[in-house]
């Protein structure tokens, strides 16, 4: 009787070396993006590219690879903040009601506003050399807000003759106010006073 020969066992082979070093350099990537976005938020213009790239844990000539200026950074920064305070808007809209949503996605926009206020001499070499930037990303904020905000007159827990063009002024003017200790706090409560006029006379609260 013939035995069929087993098929030969073949060694597990390690991964390649230039898929290590792709994967290594996308997280050394999103490592200094997200490290980057506090520095920003928290020390604004003093960030310091040196300190960005200690704490990610990753020496200045690999930021460098990946961001050759500083506005390159802040470019992929800003890009990031705006998707994530787009994605939190479907986010808080899936465990929230509408109301509630809309609250907590407008106190998110003061950590947006922080973000961008700390980037701002960059933004504006980056306006200047291309607009299309901020007006893609302005629709896409709007549009986060305008999905909010109808599904909070729908629900009748806020009122109904809501433009969400002043809702934006309103929210876009704590980014002008002056840069004070308390600016984030103080922020805080403005947005939270906003929310209260937004539910005053809707619907729901005709009927409390």
């Known amino acids: 009787m013939h035995h069929k020969e087993l098929p030969e066992l073949k060694e597990a082979k390690p991964p390649a070396p230039a898929k290590r070093l792709r994967a290594d350099a996308s997280r050394n990537r999103e490592k200094l993006i ?9 020390r604004g213009g ?3 590219l040196e ?7 990753v020496g200045i000539g690999t930021l460098y690879r990946h961001f050759p200026t500083r506005e390159h950074l802040v470019e992929v920064v800003y890009r990031r903040e705006v998707e994530v305070l ?3 808007a479907d986010e808080l809209a899936q465990h929230n009601a509408p ?25 504006r070499i ?3 050399a291309n607009s ?4 893609n990303t302005s629709g896409m904020i709007a549009s ?13 827990s806020v009122r109904s003759d809501i433009d969400i063009s002043d809702i934006s002024q309103a929210l876009s003017g704590i980014y002008s106010a002056p840069d004070t200790p308390d600016w984030r706090d103080r922020s805080r409560r403005l947005v939270a006073l906003l929310m209260d006029g937004l539910r005053w006379g809707s619907a729901k609260s005709r009927k409390t």
């Open 51 to 57: 300190e960005i790239a200690r704490k990610a844990g």
């Open 132 to 135: 299309e930037v901020f007006a």
């Open 34 to 42: 997200g490290i980057a976005a506090i520095e920003f938020a928290e």
């Open 46 to 48: 003093s960030a310091s």
């Open 86 to 88: 787009c994605a939190a």
């Open 126 to 128: 980056l306006f200047d």
């Open 144 to 156: 986060a807000l305008q999905r909010l905000v109808d599904a909070a007159v729908a629900d009748g």
């Open 99 to 123: 109301d509630v949503a809309l609250a907590g996605w407008m106190q998110r926009f003061v950590d947006y506003i922080a973000a961008k206020r700390g980037m701002a001499n960059s933004l």
